[in-house]
DNA sequence: TTGTATGCGTTATCAT
DNA sequence: ATGATAACGCATACAA
C-alpha cells in the first residue's frame, strides 16, 4: 500500500506540510480553524503521521522495552499487564521480549530495544547475570530504565523490589511456629539481591527462636530443581522437617519427588512455596505461598519509568518496596494429632 | 547520548558515507579491504546502524506484531516462544500485545501495530470477536497477516489451526470406550471454528458407537465458566457422567466444584480437558487433557508470515492442521470395581 | 498565523 | 571501487 503522507494533505488543501505538521501537534501556533479544517481533511483522508518518521526526528519513540526472563509463568505477565495499563494510558506502546534465562540473550535483547530507541526500559534480570557492566554504562550514561524483582545489589537505578526479608522471615516464623524446628530453604541463585533479602529473613527468623538448626540449598527457582534437591536430600537422609522454597515451582517440584518417595505433606515435611503461582491453590495438598502483589509492581515500575522520562534533571534513583501476603494453606500446617 | 553515527565513521576514515553504508550491507560492490577496515573502526567506536532511519528508508520495520488474547496462561507464551524463535533468526523484532478477551481492545492493539508499521501479523483472536470486517479489510487490501488457533471462518487468510476435529473425536472416544455414556462438551464461544470443530469431533464420536445421549453447553473458556456451569448441572440435578471441557481450565473449574460437592473423580464423573495446561499434571486426581503443539503452531506461523512477506505476488491462503496427543490421566480412566 | 528550509541517519541512484 | 546527493516522512528554527 502507498500510504499518505504529510505531503498530500498539504497538497489537497493548499497548505505547507509545516501547517499540517502543526497541526498534529498542538504545541505550535496554529488557527484553530485551520487545524480543525486539516485534521478533518486528515481523516477523510486517512492520513496518519507515520511514527517512523517521527522517531527519527524526535528522537524519541513512545516506546518502552520491557525485558523478563520468561513468560511462559504467570508471575511476569501479571507485572506485565500491570506495567502495560499505566504506560498504554500514557501514550507509549510496550515492546516485550524474554531472556530465557539467558544472559546472552537479555543482553541482545537489551540492545535491540535501545537500538530501537526506546525512551525506557523496564527490567527484570535472568538468574545468573553477566551484564552488570552493560546496565552500569546504560544507567550512567543514558536512557531511564527501572529494575524490578530480580535484580542486582551494584546497579544503582530505580528499583521496585517486593519485600523479600519481610515475607520470608514471615513465612519462615510460620513454620516454626508450627512446631517445625528442622528447615532448609531453598534458594534461588545467590547473586540476586532478592536471594540475599530471603536468606537474610530466613536467618532472622531463626535468630528470634533462638534456633540454629537450619540449613540453606542454593537450588534454584524452577520445577526441576525443586525434584533434583528433594532427590539428593532422600538419597543423603537429610530429609528435613520443613521446606521453606524460594519459588512455588520449586516447592512443587520438591513435594512431588518427596510424595512420590512416599513421604506425606505435611506430616512427614511441611513446604512453603514463594510467589503465589496459579498452580498452588489447586495441587494437592494446597500449598502455602507468599503472594506478591503483581499487578502493583508492573504499575509501580511504570510509574516511576515515566517519572524518570519526563523529570530528566532531578531524579533521585529510589527503591520501592512492597508488601505481599502469606497464603496459609494445608501444605505446611501441623496436623493435630 | 548523542550516538554516533555513520557520518563520524565515515570522517574518522576518510572515506563517504555511502562507502561506510556499503560496508555494512554487502550487497554492493566494495573492496574488501576498506570493507573490513571500516567494519573493524565501526566496532572500534561503536557504532551501530540505526534502524528507525533504516526502516524509514527501506519502508519496512523489520517488526511483526503479535496479538494474543491473553498471556497469563502458558499455551499463548508457548506459542509466541515458537513464533519468536524464527522470527528473531530471520531478522525481525517481535512486538507482542494482548486483547484481554475484549474485542475493542484487540482492535485497537492491531490498528496501533499496523500504524507503527510492522511487516505482517500474527494474531489469535478473542472469545467473542467483532472486529471480522476490519480483518477482512486488513486482508484485502494489504498486510501480510497470519491467524492461529482462535479464527473465524469468514476470514480467507493463512491460518495455523489444531485439528480440533480429529482430537475432539479422540476424546470423546476414550471416555466412551472407558464405559461412559452420557457425556457433557462444554464448549468455548460459538463463533470460533475451534467450538465449531471440536463439537463436530465430540458428535462424530457418538455418532460412531451409536450413542446419542450427550449434550453440549457453551460455557466459555475460563476456570470461572467451568465452576458455574458444574454447580449448575449439580442444582439441576443433570450431573453427567463424564465431561469433556474445551480447555483445561474449564476442566478444572469443574472438577473442583464437583469434588467440593462430594462426587469424585472419575468415580462419579470423569473429566477430559483440553490444551494441557501446567497444571493437569499436577492436580488431584491429574487431569486428561488434549496436548497442542505449541512451539511449532508458533513456528508454522511465522514461517507462513515470512513467506508471505517476502513473496507478496503469489501466495495462496493455505490453512495448515497441526496434530498433538491426549495425554490420559487418571481424571478419566474408569476404575476397576 | 503560516510558509521555507534544514536535518534526523540511512539507503540508493547517479556519477566519477 | 568510491563519492556526491537525493530521497524517506516528519518536526522545527527562522523568516515572512
Redesign the interface.
Known amino acids: 500500500?502507498k500510504s499518505i503522507t504529510i505531503k498530500d494533505v498539504a497538497k489537497a488543501l493548499n497548505v505547507s506540510i509545516s501547517t499540517v505538521s502543526r497541526a498534529f501537534n498542538d504545541k505550535y501556533d496554529i488557527n484553530p480553524n485551520t487545524r480543525d479544517l486539516i485534521l478533518k481533511k486528515a481523516k477523510e483522508m486517512g492520513y496518519?503521521p507515520?511514527?517512523?518518521?517521527r522517531?527519527?526526528i524526535q528522537k524519541r519513540?513512545y516506546n518502552i522495552g520491557i525485558v523478563v526472563p520468561e513468560?511462559?509463568?504467570?508471575f511476569f505477565?501479571?507485572v506485565?499487564?500491570g506495567a502495560?495499563e499505566v504506560l498504554i494510558e500514557k501514550g507509549y506502546?510496550?515492546?516485550?521480549?524474554?531472556s530465557?534465562e539467558s544472559s546472552i540473550t537479555e543482553l541482545r535483547n537489551t540492545k535491540?530495544l535501545v537500538?530501537?530507541?526506546v525512551d525506557g526500559l523496564i527490567i527484570s534480570l535472568c538468574a545468573e547475570d553477566k551484564n552488570v557492566e552493560y546496565y552500569k554504562s546504560l544507567v550512567s550514561?543514558?536512557?531511564p530504565i527501572v529494575f524490578f524483582n530480580r535484580t542486582l545489589e551494584e546497579i544503582e537505578a530505580p528499583k521496585v523490589l517486593f519485600d523479600d526479608y519481610k515475607w520470608a522471615l514471615f513465612t519462615t516464623e510460620h513454620l516454626i511456629r508450627q512446631g517445625y524446628t528442622r528447615i532448609i530453604h531453598l534458594a534461588g541463585d545467590m547473586n540476586l539481591t532478592l536471594t540475599k533479602n530471603r536468606i537474610k529473613g530466613f536467618k532472622d527468623a531463626h535468630r528470634k527462636y533462638k534456633l540454629d538448626d537450619f540449613k540453606i540449598i542454593y537450588s534454584g527457582f524452577s520445577m526441576t530443581d525443586g525434584e533434583v534437591t528433594a532427590k539428593t536430600l532422600i538419597d543423603k537422609k537429610k530429609v528435613p522437617q520443613a521446606i521453606f522454597a524460594s519459588s512455588d515451582y520449586c516447592a512443587?517440584g520438591a513435594m512431588?519427588t518427596f510424595k512420590n518417595f512416599g513421604y506425606s505433606i505435611p506430616k512427614d515435611i511441611a513446604i512453603c512455596g514463594f510467589s503465589e503461582s496459579?498452580?498452588s491453590r489447586?495441587?494437592?495438598p494446597p500449598l502455602t505461598s507468599v503472594e506478591q502483589p503483581t499487578h502493583l509492581i508492573g504499575q509501580t515500575a511504570a510509574n516511576l519509568l515515566i517519572e524518570q522520562i519526563e523529570n530528566k534533571k532531578a531524579f533521585i534513583p529510589q527503591t520501592i518496596k512492597l508488601n505481599g501476603s502469606l497464603n496459609i494453606r494445608e501444605s505446611s500446617v501441623k496436623l493435630n494429632l
Open positions: 500500500m496518519q507515520n511514527p517512523i518518521a522517531k527519527l519513540s513468560f511462559i509463568h504467570s505477565p501479571k506485565i499487564i502495560q506502546q510496550v515492546l516485550i521480549m524474554q530465557h535491540t537500538n530501537n530507541m550514561t543514558e536512557i512443587i512431588k496459579d498452580m489447586h495441587i494437592s
